[in-house]
């Protein structure tokens, strides 16, 4: 079992940068941030593998960084250019690979995730 513990979350200003964090408890191949709005589909943001290569929604490829620290067992999502609409609860996942590329589908296990508010 592996247990993700999201922070960072906050109000926040339109165009700024915060940074969200989470403390994985064990590293596993593919690791991504994903957000939820009320009423919404949960959707993926952005995923990491454990080579280091990355994907992006659309939304945050030009905004959004994902990166990890491997001797603190974190990943990061670094927030940029902050818009109302980036407003959700920001949720850290992990899976084990399938035997593809990270993507956003078939992550088993989720952080408690930490809201994130833009005003």
């Known amino acids: 079992h592996v247990q993700l513990v999201e922070s960072g979350g906050g109000l926040a200003q339109p165009g700024g940068s915060p940074r969200l964090s989470c403390a994985a408890s064990e590293a596993t191949y593919c690791m991504g941030w994903f957000r939820q709005t009320p009423g919404k589909e949960r959707e993926g943001v952005a995923t990491i593998d454990h080579p280091g290569s990355t994907t992006y929604a659309e939304s945050a490829k030009d905004r959004f960084t994902i990166s990890k620290d491997n001797a603190k067992n974190t990943l990061y999502l670094q927030m940029n250019i902050l818009k109302p609409e980036d407003t959700a609860i920001y949720y850290c996942?992990?899976?084990?690979?399938?035997?593809?590329?990270?993507?956003?589908?078939?992550?088993?296990?989720w952080g408690q995730g930490t809201q994130v508010t833009v005003s």
């Open positions: 996942a992990a899976r084990w690979t399938l035997g593809g590329a990270c993507g956003f589908t078939q992550y088993t296990y």
